[in-house]
């Protein structure tokens, strides 16, 4: 059995210190944290899911649309830094809504083949002749969630409308098929979803060190679980990616993280997954 400390293994903790330390050391090597190993872009802010365990069940969340300018002028940054992560064509959406998400993944490899394109979606709208136009245009990954109420009594079955698509692409690596459930509990997204937690009981995170966040209106968020755009570290329309990623007030939130400690919008939240990824 694999000893616990708070809501960690001795495992963890272990993984934290070897994130921890390397965080430090690189800062004062360098001045700055390491660059962003992904980003997030919400191109669009609805879903046509209602699963209720998600964010979007518990805050009303009004429909925002990324403007085209906004969208390149963050691809075009990202080949200015020679970036060649991950770019994940949606936050806490469903990508399968964007009109343009066609033209966003051309617009991208166009422009760098270095770009990891992604998206996840619940699949609802995905068709095998979509998979295999998304593909030919240059996405890289599509990750599929099908969520279902009877798990329990089927839980080996697939939704009708992705049986085609595993059929198809059942044994190909670029999609991954998960089975979901509706009863599930996600972390708390910040205190978007009501849960009770000790913050005493979570320290470090790593996602304010390895993801840039873009909220559909060119906002730098402090990370994912920032649902309702609580933090600002400025906009792309008028500052540089790096210049946000560096943000004095952003690097005021991860130097609590490394030393154990949540304040601001982390205080809030009680996610603490991916460890030891630097």
Known sequence: MIQQVNNYSVREVIEHQTDIEYLKVYYQEHGNFPVFKQVLIETRTDCNNHCPFCPHAFNNKPLGIMDWECYT?????????????????????????????????E???DKSQRFFLDITTN???????????????GLD?????????DRDIYPE??????????????????VSFKRRRLDEKLPNYAGNIPQEFNPDDFGFC?????????????????????????????????DKLIDCWNHPD???????????????LCKRCNDYQDYNVF
């Open 206 to 238: 790593n996602y304010p060190f390895r993801k840039l966040t873009i909220a559909y209106n060119g906002n730098i968020l402090l990370c994912c679980d920032d649902f309702m755009y609580d933090t600002n570290f400025g906009n792309v329309m008028e």
């Open 157 to 174: 079955k697939w939704s009708s409308y992705l049986e085609p698509i595993f059929g198809a692409y059942g044994n190909n690596p670029k």
């Open 123 to 137: 699949g609802r709208l995905l068709t095998v002749s979509m998979v295999d136009k998304l593909f030919k245009l």
């Open 141 to 149: 990954n599509i990750n599929i969630n099908d969520y279902r109420g």
């Open 73 to 105: 002028t963050i691809i075009d940054q990202l080949c200015e830094i020679q970036y060649n992560g991950r770019v994940a064509l949606m936050l806490s959406n469903e990508p399968l809504l964007e009109t343009r998400l066609e033209r966003m993944i």
């Open 107 to 109: 617009y991208a490899k």
């Open 250 to 264: 952003l690097n005021k939130a991860r130097f609590s993280l490394l030393e154990n400690s949540r304040i601001g």
